[in-house]
């Protein structure tokens, strides 16, 4: 068990080489056959040059701890083969954002997102 900011890692798993040719990567909570939570990377983002990370728990699931473990478990999987990790959430999500802070994660940036429509 391995601790990263004021969070303990409780999510378990076996250490694997990522492959080269692999973006996308999962942690999961899996609670009675159901994934109650899930952690993901798509890809690594130039910008901050860094693996982009987010989370996403099951509302009836939510303050119990598995969305914290899974941060930290995935953030600790891409540390350890030297990739620099960025916690990714909407600006407005209280809840993301105080669990990017007890996982380690210190605010860098806010992202505007905008649209452009073609007109028929």
Same mark, same amino acid.
């Given at each position: 068990i391995?601790?990263? &900011? #004021?969070?303990?890692n409780l999510t378990e798993y076996e250490l694997e080489p990522i492959p080269e040719e692999s973006e996308e990567c999962y942690f999961v909570t899996v609670i009675d056959g159901k994934v109650v939570s899930v952690c993901e990377t #798509?890809?690594? $983002?130039?910008?901050? &040059?860094? /693996?982009e990370i987010n989370v =996403? *728990?099951?509302?009836e699931y939510r303050g119990?701890?598995? &969305?914290?473990? +899974?941060?930290?478990?995935? *953030?600790? =999987?891409y540390l350890l083969f030297g990739y620099n990790v960025?916690? *990714?959430c909407q +600006? $407005? +999500? /209280?809840a993301s954002i105080a669990l990017a802070a007890r996982c380690g994660y210190k605010k860098i940036a806010e992202t505007y997102y905008f649209i452009c429509y073609k007109e028929d």
């Open positions: 391995k601790s990263i &900011g #004021n969070y303990v #798509n890809a690594e $983002d130039a910008f901050v &040059g860094a /693996k =996403y *728990t099951a509302p119990m701890g598995y &969305g914290a473990s +899974n941060v930290t478990a995935m *953030t600790e =999987y960025a916690y *990714t +600006n $407005d +999500n /209280k």
